[in-house]
């Protein structure tokens, strides 16, 4: 069996489209279930997903209170009867025979543990020219038309799937929210996990994704910003980590040059006014960098964050 968790936030309207293009799946219901996880939504969210309940016997609603999609994603992992994973994102449509074709993927390549699929930008309406090589931010992926599979493939945690053991023994994603602050790498911990253990990743184009994006939202150059701001958090953490969350003399040289480069980016775009998009991007990076270990100075926060696994 597979089992898709969906992790949802608030985010009621385009949940219910996404959830559409699962119940039209070409693969047998009694041979894939659709475990949505509702990360403590305050919209309509519960009751979208209980009416899809109410008509689809594959469909289940669970409630994850703990903020954060990786929370959401351990939630319906625990849950979940499949020995295989598929995580998806609430605002994706899903191509009708993706379940068969992740299926196939794996019959095909059998020594494969995780498994990548394709995802391709859906923007609500033209996108300006300047975004296209930021696509990847917003989670576009694409390894080519043939099934394959390498031991350096990344998974975009928007829509890929994992054997089931393979995620327990990986403990599964890293954290991501604690407190409503964003303090590690979550999925693409796991991605460097499987890297770390020699994981072989396939990939398969015939398992695809359109991630709904809207323009005027995650198409500004505030939305990609975010992106580049999140990466910093990640980078600090995964480097924190990887020192066994102590202050070491890599992670000090790593702030160190954090700070440096900050600070020249801040100087570029603030005081020598060159207001270029690449530099204000690289500024929000190092920020979010600089960011993960101001977070350290909380000793509550500092105590979540050397959490080595969340998933038990």
């Known amino acids: 069996m597979i089992s898709v968790v969906v992790p949802t936030y608030n985010n009621a309207e385009v949940l219910s489209k996404s959830l559409m293009t699962w119940v039209e799946q070409t693969m047998s219901i009694i ?11 305050k919209d309509k969210t519960a009751d979208v997903i209980k009416d899809f309940a109410a008509q689809h016997s594959n469909i289940y609603y669970l409630l994850e209170t703990k903020p954060g999609a990786t929370h959401a994603r351990h939630a319906g992992a625990r849950a ?24 196939d993927a794996f019959d095909q390549l059998p020594e494969a543990e995780a498994m990548a699929c394709k995802i391709d930008i859906l923007w609500d309406k033209p ?11 917003q989670g576009q992926l694409d390894y080519g038309s043939e099934v394959m599979a390498r031991y350096d493939l990344h998974c975009n945690s928007g829509f890929f799937a994992i054997k089931k053991s393979t995620f327990e023994q990986l403990h599964g994603f890293n954290p991501d929210l604690i407190g409503g602050k964003l303090i590690g790498d979550g999925d693409t911990g ?13 990939w398969t184009p015939f398992a695809r994704m359109q991630h709904m994006q809207q323009v ?16 910093g958090v990640g980078d600090a953490y995964a480097i924190f980590r990887r020192n066994n969350f102590s202050m ?24 020598l006014e060159k207001k270029d ?12 960098q600089l960011a993960f270990f101001w ?14 696994d969340l998933y038990e």
Request: with cysteine; aromatic share 14%.
């Open 31 to 41: 041979d894939y279930e659709v475990l949505v996880v509702d990360n403590n939504s």
């Open 80 to 103: 979940a009867k499949g020995d295989i994973l598929v995580f998806a994102d609430d605002d994706g449509l899903y191509d009708d025979k993706s379940l068969v074709a992740i299926q």
């Open 127 to 137: 996108a300006p020219e300047w975004l296209a090589p930021y696509a990847f931010m």
């Open 190 to 202: 796991l991605v460097i996990k499987m890297w770390e253990a020699h994981k072989l990743i396939g």
């Open 216 to 231: 005027d939202k995650h198409g500004s150059e505030r939305g990609i910003a975010l992106h580049f701001y999140n990466t």
């Open 248 to 271: 070491t003399g890599q992670v000090v040289k790593y702030y160190a040059m954090a700070f440096a480069l900050y600070g020249k980016k801040w100087l570029q775009y603030h005081v």
């Open 277 to 288: 998009r690449k530099i204000y991007f690289s500024l929000q990076q190092r920020k979010g």
């Open 295 to 308: 977070n350290l100075l909380d000793k509550d926060l500092r105590k979540e964050i050397c959490k080595r």
